[in-house]
């Protein structure tokens, strides 16, 4: 049962444009909602974060757009830079069931944005 | 800080054989994950430890054994290897506690199973 759905599976987007990624999430009990970026070869790392007491998180060119009535929130990668290939995973967590911090992904996102 | 290393990288297993991945952290972390990673699938949780001696299943648990016997290690071991276990499998780790806390992953082993 995939419990977080992500969206497109791979995007292409010219240098200077908006990278926008989705995910939809089914559990209302989540409430911790990472993004993480995986470079090829590389593990992944968090690259921002939202809790859903927020609409909106920005960091830099990084914005989470959250949405909680309709369950959805989503990536969006201003001014896109080539160094922003990667792959993409949203997640989420649910804390009070177990405080085992463990997280679900989505399915990932390879993003390859074009010179 | 090395942050969290997992040995070996890369390995070639032959079915029903078995091996041990090993994942060590140096961030005095609490907790420690193992993933694994599959075109289209995303990271799946195979194992999890939230403590040392502690360990729990995750989402996909079946064929593989874990151990966490000190702190700052967590064992993934495959008994008898199957094709389907072909992936790529990450470690991760992270502080724990009562807030939310950024998961630290790995380089990552890559392993087929021929």
């Known amino acids: 049962q995939q419990q977080v759905k992500q969206s497109p599976q791979s995007l292409i987007v010219q240098k200077g444009g908006i990278s926008i990624i989705n995910c939809a999430y089914e559990?209302?009990?989540?409430?911790?909602f990472p993004w993480y970026q995986q470079f090829p070869g590389k593990g992944p790392a968090l690259l921002i974060a939202i809790r859903p007491d927020v609409s909106e998180k920005k960091e830099g060119r990084f914005t989470i757009s959250f949405n909680k009535s309709a369950k959805q929130f989503s990536l969006h990668i201003m001014d896109s830079q080539p160094g922003d290939s990667a792959t993409y995973f949203c997640?989420?967590?649910?804390?009070?069931?177990?405080?085992?911090?463990?997280?679900?992904f989505g399915q990932g996102t390879t993003l390859q944005v074009k010179p | 800080n090395a942050g969290v290393t997992q040995t070996p990288k890369f390995r070639v297993l032959k079915t029903g054989q078995s091996m041990t991945l090993l994942c060590a952290q140096d961030?005095?972390?609490?907790?420690m994950y193992w993933y694994r990673q599959d075109p289209g699938m995303g990271l799946r949780l195979i194992h999890y430890?939230?403590?040392?001696?502690?360990?729990a299943k995750g989402e996909v648990p079946d064929g593989y054994n874990v151990s966490r016997l000190k702190k700052q290690n967590f064992l993934l071991g495959l008994e008898s290897a199957a094709p389907s276990q072909t992936s790529v499998y990450f470690c991760?780790?992270?502080?724990?506690?009562?807030?939310?806390?950024?998961?630290?992953f790995g380089p990552g082993t890559r392993l087929t199973v021929l």
């Open positions: 991760a780790s992270s502080s724990g506690g009562r807030k939310y806390n950024e998961q630290f």
């Open positions: 559990n209302t009990a989540f409430d911790y």
């Open positions: 997640a989420a967590s649910e804390r009070h069931v177990s405080n085992t911090g463990k997280l679900i």
């Open positions: 430890s939230v403590g040392e001696g502690t360990t």
């Open positions: 961030m005095n972390h609490e907790y």
